[in-house]
Each structure stands twice: as C-alpha cells, then as structure tokens.
C-alpha cells in the first residue's frame, strides 16, 4: 500500500449535534467499464467520518457499481480509493473487509440453513486467528475466541431487539427480519464504513421505520460511518448528512439534502419537476 499522505479536512460540525469529522475515504476521478459500456465515468467524492452519506440516483446510475468499487468486487479502470489517508491499492473483497468495510446486499446474502447466530457469527470471520487444527479440535486459542466472538453478537442481537429468534434458522424468517439480520452480521465485523445496498428494499412502512431507527442508532451509538444506497427519497433526504447524485454514470450533484433538492440537474433527471 502506498503510504503517501491523503487527503484531509478538518473536523466540522453538522447542524445538529453530531460533528463529522475528516475525510475517511475519497473515491478520486473512478471510471468503470464493462467492455465498451461505461458504468462510472469520472466521479470523484469523499465520504467523512461519522457522517451518514447516501449515493441516489436511477436505475443504471452506476450507484452499486460504485459500492463494488469501495468494497472491493470491482477494480476501476481509472482512478484512486484512497482509505484513512493511504492510496489503497487494488485489493479483494475480504482485504477490504480487513481494513474495516463492511456491507450488507441489494438481494439478501445470509445463509438459509443455518441460525440467525450463526449467520451473525459469519461476520466475525476475519477477526478469527486459531488455526485450522484448533479449530477442528476445538482446542485452546479456538474455544477462547468462540467466546469472545459470541459474547460480541449477542450485543448486536440485543441492540436490533432480535432476542427472539436467535436460534431460528434464517430461511424461516419474513424478508423485513432477514434485512436486520443481515445488517447485523455486518455490524459484527466492526466496521469502520457500512455499506448498505437498499437497506429498505421491499419493506412495508413499519419495517423501514424501524430499519432507519436502526441505521441512525448504529451512527450514533456506534459511531460506525454509513454510505447506503436507497431509492426511498424520504428516507434519504431525512438520514443523510450529504448526498451524491449518480445519473448514467455522471455525478450531477453532491451536497447537503437541501442543496440537493433544489439542484436543477438533480430535479430535472431524477426528482422530478414541482408543479406547485
């Protein structure tokens, strides 16, 4: 990894009480392409410690295009990710995952068979270091991380107030509960950035009211820094501390929730125009 400095700004304060803090990760000049197909073309934006940031736009906007990008499942053609400071290198999905990127999916990913602990005990896999024959064995070094891990999700199992059906195996599950589950079992990679693909994709009101409880109460509580995509404009524009706007691969706007609404670009290819 290229140690050279990045960038950083200094902390500044939100509206409300929260401060975000200095840039986290800047996304520098990314362009994709798939053959002759263009997903991302040119974008540069930088996601801040602490802050909730959401990428809108479209359908074929290229916005999971750009989460692949961050978490590592696409190598752009062009450009830099730069992570705390560092230029990151070309990197694999469980590198990135080391480096404290965790992400949930646009179709859910949990594994239908087994528990909703032990899906969540998934999450933990790379913070494990007992080896393959202690583990077999379930000897020394591995009994005592076994336990450590578990003592970590149940935490994470009290704080989505999913007690209930800890033992439950996942294919059971109504789709709103599989969502939380699968945000838990990212939360339990302690992440530094969370990635959410659609977090209230398919959900009926209840669910996403309780899902944007969650999703502010991870921010605060945990301080974890959150970048989602959702197309559910008022869910946006009420978590969001700032918005990139993603229109066939261009970013056409980048701002607060405000500057956002009110950019013509933004209104005239995606929000629509008010006829008051």
């Not at 939100?14 to 974008?43: H, S, Y």
């Not at 229109?247 to 005239?268: F, H, L, M, Q, W």
Request: proline share 5%; net charge negative; with cysteine.
């Amino acid at each position: 990894m290229n140690a050279e400095p990045g960038p950083m700004t200094p902390e500044t304060p939100t509206d409300g009480a929260r401060r975000i803090g200095p840039v986290l990760m800047e996304m520098k000049n990314i362009t994709l392409r798939f053959g002759g197909v263009v997903a991302i073309k040119d974008i540069s934006f930088d996601i801040r410690e602490g802050e909730i940031r959401a990428i809108i736009g479209p359908n074929g906007a290229g916005k999971s295009s750009m989460l692949n990008v961050i978490s590592g499942f696409y190598h752009p053609q062009q450009g830099e990710v730069w992570f705390r400071g560092q230029r990151r290198a070309p990197m694999r999905p469980y590198q990135v995952a080391r480096q404290g990127i965790a992400r949930t999916f646009q179709n859910i990913a949990l594994f239908d068979g087994m528990s909703v602990l032990d899906n969540i005990m998934t999450g933990r896999l790379t913070m494990m270091r007992a080896g393959l024959l202690e583990q077999a064995l379930w000897w020394g070094r591995a009994a005592r991380e076994e336990d450590a891990h578990r003592e970590k999700v149940e935490k994470i199992i009290d704080f989505l107030e999913i007690q209930a059906i800890r033992k439950t195996p996942v294919g059971r599950l109504p789709y709103g509960l599989k969502k939380r589950v699968e945000l838990a079992r990212a939360l339990a990679a302690e992440p530094k950035i969370l990635l959410l693909d659609e977090p209230m994709a398919g959900m009926n009101v209840e669910e996403k009211e309780d899902m944007c409880r969650f999703i502010l109460d991870v921010n605060d509580e945990f301080g974890t820094t959150i970048a989602l995509i959702e197309h559910d404009m008022g869910v946006v524009m009420d978590l969001s501390d700032r918005v990139v706007v993603m229109d066939y691969g261009r970013k056409i706007g980048d701002g607060t929730p405000d500057e956002v609404r009110s950019n013509p670009e933004v209104i005239a290819a995606y929000l629509g125009v008010s006829h008051d």
